[in-house]
C-alpha cells in the first residue's frame, strides 16, 4: 500500500514568512506524529496526534509552531513568521494505533529560510 | 530526559564485511526501533524490538532491555546498506527519542 506521503518536497521562505507542510499518514493509522531533522539537533519530536484524543504539543519549540489533523487523517503543520534557525527537514510519520510495528516515515519536507 | 547513545558514530566497512552497531539508552522505555536513514534522506523502518531478536534478511537485532541496550547486527555487507542507521526508544506514548546515529559507508 501506499507510504506516508508529504509535501511539498523542498520549500524555500524568506523570513517572516508563514508557512505550511502536509502530511498523508498510510491510510487506517491513527497515530500521526512530526519531527525535525537539523545538523545541530538531530532528529526531534515535535507533536503528536492519536485518534481524537487532543495532541501532544511537548515538542514544539516555540508558540511559531501549531499543527492541525483534520478527520483523524491529513496533518498540516503550520510555522508562523519563520526565523533562520527554522530551516529543518520536517518529518512526519504514522502507526497504527502507537504500537507494534512501529511508526513509519514519509520522505520529509526540507525548509529553507533565507 | 532518556539519553540514547550510539556507537560506533562512523563505521567504514568492505563489502563483505560484518558489524555490530550499539544502542544505549538511560531508563525504562516501551519499545525501540532501528531505522535506515538511506542517501536519500528516506528514513526505513528496519525493526520494531522491545526486547528479544528478530532477524530479517541479512539484518538481525536484539534488545535487552534489563540492562538497556539494543544490538543491530549487519552481515555480509553490501554497497546498499551504506547511510546512517538510527535507533530510536519510544519514552512517552509513542514519542520517539533518537540516538544521534551511526553513518556506516560500506565500499566495494
Known amino acids: 500500500g501506499a507510504g506516508v506521503s508529504q509535501s511539498p518536497s523542498n520549500k524555500v521562505t524568506e523570513k517572516g514568512k508563514d508557512v505550511e507542510l502536509r502530511c498523508d499518514p498510510i491510510?487506517?493509522?491513527?497515530?500521526l506524529y512530526w519531527y525535525r531533522q537539523s545538523l545541530g539537533q538531530g532528529l526531534e519530536f515535535l507533536i503528536y496526534?492519536?485518534?481524537?484524543?487532543?495532541?501532544?504539543k511537548s515538542g514544539l519549540p516555540s508558540d511559531r509552531f501549531s499543527a492541525e489533523r483534520t478527520g483523524g487523517s491529513v496533518s498540516t503543520l503550520t510555522i508562523q513568521r519563520t526565523q533562520q534557525e527554522d530551516s529543518a527537514v520536517y518529518l512526519c510519520a504514522s502507526s497504527l494505533d502507537g504500537g507494534p510495528p512501529g511508526q513509519y516515515f514519509g520522505p520529509g519536507t526540507r525548509l529553507t529560510v533565507t | 530526559g532518556i539519553q540514547v547513545e550510539q556507537s560506533p558514530p562512523d563505521l567504514i566497512l568492505q563489502e563483505g564485511a560484518n558489524s555490530t552497531l550499539r544502542c544505549n539508552f538511560s531508563d525504562s522505555v516501551n519499545n525501540l526501533q532501528w531505522f535506515h536513514q538511506n542517501p536519500w534522506g528516506q528514513l526505513i523502518n528496519l525493526f520494531y524490538?522491545?526486547?528479544g531478536t528478530k532477524q530479517n534478511g541479512r539484518l538481525s537485532a536484539t534488545t535487552v532491555a534489563t540492562e538497556r541496550y539494543s544490538l543491530l547486527y549487519i552481515s555480509s555487507s553490501q554497497t546498499t546498506d551504506s547511510g546512517v542507521y538510527f535507533c530510536a526508544v519510544d519514552y512517552s506514548w509513542g514519542k520517539l527519542q533518537f540516538g544521534a546515529g551511526t553513518q556506516v559507508v560500506v565500499t566495494p
Open positions: 491510510s487506517g493509522h491513527t497515530a
Open positions: 496526534f492519536q485518534g481524537n484524543s487532543a495532541p501532544d
Open positions: 524490538i522491545p526486547s
